[in-house]
């Protein structure tokens, strides 16, 4: 059931098919490039789009712009003590900002760090300290088709295995994603992350969970997990991060903020080290990079997060884009995500080789027949990992409603009719981080 009411409303516009286009071949055929007054309906990110409530935007004006001792910041520490469960915040710009500050303190060169899959600016700051991020998912989070509840946890038997093979003196750091966004959004399951915490436990090394999602995560530990089934969100989410040393947080997803984050722990020595490092990276401990206004929003927006009634009508509405696509014959990663319906564009144009980026080629056609704005998260995005070509199509909290899904709708069904005209792409210009080129690369059309 709907949840909210709008208070304030955005234009948006169709841009025409010669339009769009014209702007496609400007993007470079990658449409981060495209400005966004030329997309319809912007399924790019769940990341900071989402609308915030009345009462993020009343503490917004409120906010507390001191430098040092912030009273917005006080209410973010509490925000967090309550909600997470952690009494230490170190505050950062944003998601990356955090990771940067944790991980540049936890790892050092030859480091490997385990991760049930890394994001991608999770995987590019592991390898800025010239350590090696290792994905351990269980082997059913590849299969668009295996039903299963916890597609998202971490494989204790990979995870074993590279320590057999690397040592465990080389492992100081062990991270759990949830939910699991770089394997379709997947969720992870509180025995999951016991285990990892006792694994933690067993070779030494720090547990960090990534808990951008930890709300969406909850929620469907409530309705998957038989021992939480009676548990409310709020519940969980404390019980699961608890196992955790820290987290690492990006405010702008189950913050409900447009920007912000934070590192957070009870862990004193590392609470220490990360501040120190923060105020090199972020900016003064109170603050971090963000403005005492941004602080205050995020401060309500976490606690908004763990609202039931939010959570039902989030996973819901994100569940029935997913149903009504695959009714539509859309191949559809299942189970849906919390955030973001996953295409399987490996099955949608099979006729395109892994090589020519077939989820690029079906973000392009996407845009190009509807104005929607989705991301490849597959070949393109992960270069020289296994995977299925996934694309995106995540899902801003509060700002869709159903008649943009029926768009959405319409606009994928038309490709798919069309799906052998489909060319695939080859990239033309290549920036160096390979962990980071999709955000940036230029692409040209395969001949066909
Ligand atoms: N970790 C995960 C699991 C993420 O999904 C993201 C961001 C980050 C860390 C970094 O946070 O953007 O605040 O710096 N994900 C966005 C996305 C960008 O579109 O999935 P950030």
Not at 375 to 397: H, I, M, Q, Y
Request: with cysteine.
């Amino acid at each position: 059931m709907v949840a909210y009411k709008s208070k304030m409303v955005e234009r948006i516009t169709l841009p025409s098919r010669d339009q769009r286009e014209r702007a496609l071949e400007a993007a470079g055929y990658n449409v981060f490039n495209l400005d966004a007054e030329a997309v319809f309906v912007d399924l790019l990110t769940d990341s900071g789009t989402g609308a915030m409530s009345d009462a993020q935007w009343a503490a917004l004006i409120r906010g507390d712009e001191a430098y040092a001792g912030s009273r917005s910041f006080d209410r973010l520490e509490s925000a967090v003590a309550d909600v997470m469960g952690f009494d230490h915040v170190v505050p950062a710009h944003q998601g990356r900002g955090a990771e940067n500050v944790l991980y540049g303190t936890v790892l050092s060169a030859g480091d490997v760090a385990l991760n049930n899959t890394h994001f991608d600016t999770t995987r590019a700051h592991v390898a800025n300290q010239d350590a090696d991020p290792v994905d351990c998912p269980v082997p059913e989070a590849h299969d668009p088709d295996a039903d299963a509840p916890f597609k998202g946890n971490l494989s204790l038997e990979r995870a074993r295995s590279v320590v057999d093979e690397v040592g465990a003196e080389r492992v100081p750091l062990v991270i759990q994603t949830i939910t699991n966004n770089s394997a379709a959004g997947q969720p992870v399951s509180v025995a999951n992350t016991r285990r990892v915490r006792e694994f933690a436990d067993e070779i030494d090394a720090t547990f960090v969970i990534d808990a951008c999602r930890f709300a969406e995560n909850a929620y469907f530990v409530t309705q998957r997990e038989a021992e939480f089934a009676s548990a409310t969100v709020a519940e969980v989410a404390r019980e699961q991060l608890g196992y955790a040393d820290a987290v690492v947080m990006s405010g702008k997803k189950d913050g409900l903020a447009n920007v912000g984050g934070f590192v957070a722990t009870d862990d004193e020595s590392l609470f220490e080290q990360c501040k120190q490092r923060a105020i090199l990276y972020e900016g003064f401990p109170t603050y971090g990079g963000m403005a005492g206004r941004d602080v205050a929003a995020l401060a309500v927006g976490l606690r908004e997060a763990v609202e039931e009634s939010y959570l039902e009508d989030r996973i819901a509405s994100v569940r029935d884009l997913g149903s009504r696509l695959a009714e539509v014959g859309i191949p559809v990663y299942t189970p849906t995500s919390g955030h973001a319906v996953y295409l399987d564009a490996g099955a949608a144009f099979p006729h395109v080789p892994a090589n020519e980026f077939p989820g690029q080629a079906l973000v392009c056609e996407l845009y190009r027949e509807g104005g929607v704005r989705g991301v490849e998260l597959g070949s393109f995005a992960f270069p020289e990992t296994d995977r299925p070509e996934l694309v995106r199509l995540a899902v801003p909290r509060r700002t869709y409603h159903r008649e943009h899904f029926d768009h959405v709708v319409e606009t994928a069904a038309a490709v798919l009719e069309d799906r052998r005209d489909v060319a695939g792409f080859e990239i033309v210009s290549n920036p160096s981080m390979p962990e980071l080129r999709h955000f940036t690369a230029r692409l040209e059309p395969c001949p066909t």
